[in-house]
């Protein structure tokens, strides 16, 4: 349903710009979202956005640095990523909701139905 891609290794202060294409019932997909692993971290929230537009939704430590958008033509969304610091250094999955939950629960694991299969993002310093 989901395949990310656009991964690599950069160096800090790099950008790089993810894809994620969704594929089968999309109409039916109303919140989609950017996640992220990090070495011996737990999946965290990164950036998600409703397929209908509107707000976008950022964790703090990549608000002004990251730019999630959305292409519903071709039914991709992207995470565009400036400013690359180490910390960054982690495996990106995207996520799909069928329910169109409210913004404040978009950071929760369990309200996504559907997940790519991650692109590693390597950054040195």
């Known amino acids: 349903q989901l395949q990310a891609s656009g991964g690599g290794l950069v160096q800090a202060g790099a950008s790089l710009r993810l894809s994620c294409s969704a594929s089968?019932?999309?109409?039916?997909?109303?919140?989609l979202a950017w996640f992220r692993q990090g070495p011996g971290k737990e999946r965290e929230f990164v950036a998600g956005?409703?397929?209908?537009?509107?707000?976008?939704s950022y964790a703090g430590s990549v608000k002004g640095r990251f730019t999630m958008s959305r292409d519903n033509a071709r039914n991709t969304v992207y995470l565009q990523m400036t400013s690359l610091k180490p910390e960054d250094t982690a495996v990106y999955y995207c996520?799909?909701?069928?329910?169109?939950?409210?913004?404040?629960?978009?950071?929760?694991?369990?309200?996504?139905?559907?997940w790519g299969q991650g692109t590693q993002v390597t950054v040195s310093s």
């Open positions: 996520a799909a909701a069928l329910l169109n939950r409210p913004s404040g629960l978009w950071s929760r694991r369990q309200e996504y139905d559907y």
């Open positions: 089968g019932r999309t109409s039916a997909l109303q919140v």
């Open positions: 956005t409703r397929r209908s537009g509107g707000t976008t």
